[in-house]
């Protein structure tokens, strides 16, 4: 902060400077050659930290933050997908069951998620019920899981 506080403070100090040198030349030729050379002095006042900048210290700070950067951003896009994924396993279950339910069956069905072209796909479904044909193919059409990846409970 004080780094800002100098540069504001030479700003203003110049500014004072320039404004009591105008009023004390006279009108004429002098003066707008005074207040050209006091529009340049002004300039070099205002771009002296820009004349001082360690380019070589912002560049490994920019590589410094591109790279915490990059890694915020892979930690988000993760817990994105595994929280997409969770909410299409969750979804998949409640319509496998209400899908059941509209058959007269009550199930808990635990679905299992894979991804495909950075997409959760649900491809693994186990029920807690005995195989029952009609909700069998019900899965099978409407959410593209195979009889093969359709577990269901053993009867007894």
Not at 35 to 59: H, I, N
Not at 76 to 82: F, G, H, K, L, S
Not at 146 to 151: L, P, V, Y
């Amino acid at each position: 902060m004080s780094v800002f506080r100098t540069w504001l403070f030479g700003i203003v100090a110049a500014a004072m400077v320039l404004s009591i040198l105008y009023a004390l030349i006279p009108k004429g030729a002098l003066l707008t050659i005074a207040k050209c050379t006091g529009g340049l002095v002004m300039l070099l006042v205002v771009l002296r930290p820009l004349l001082t900048l360690d380019m070589d210290s912002l560049r490994w700070q920019y590589e410094a933050w591109e790279g915490a950067i990059q890694q915020q951003t892979e930690a988000y896009t993760d817990a994105n997908r595994q929280e997409m994924a969770a909410i299409i396993q969750q979804e998949t279950a409640a319509y496998i069951s209400e899908k059941a339910a509209a058959l007269g069956l009550a199930c808990h069905p635990e679905v299992v998620c894979q991804e495909r072209d950075g997409v959760p796909f649900p491809v693994e479904v186990t029920l807690d019920i005995p195989r029952n044909p009609a909700l069998a193919e019900v899965i099978g059409t409407d959410l593209g899981i195979g009889e093969n990846c359709q577990h269901w409970q053993e009867t007894e």
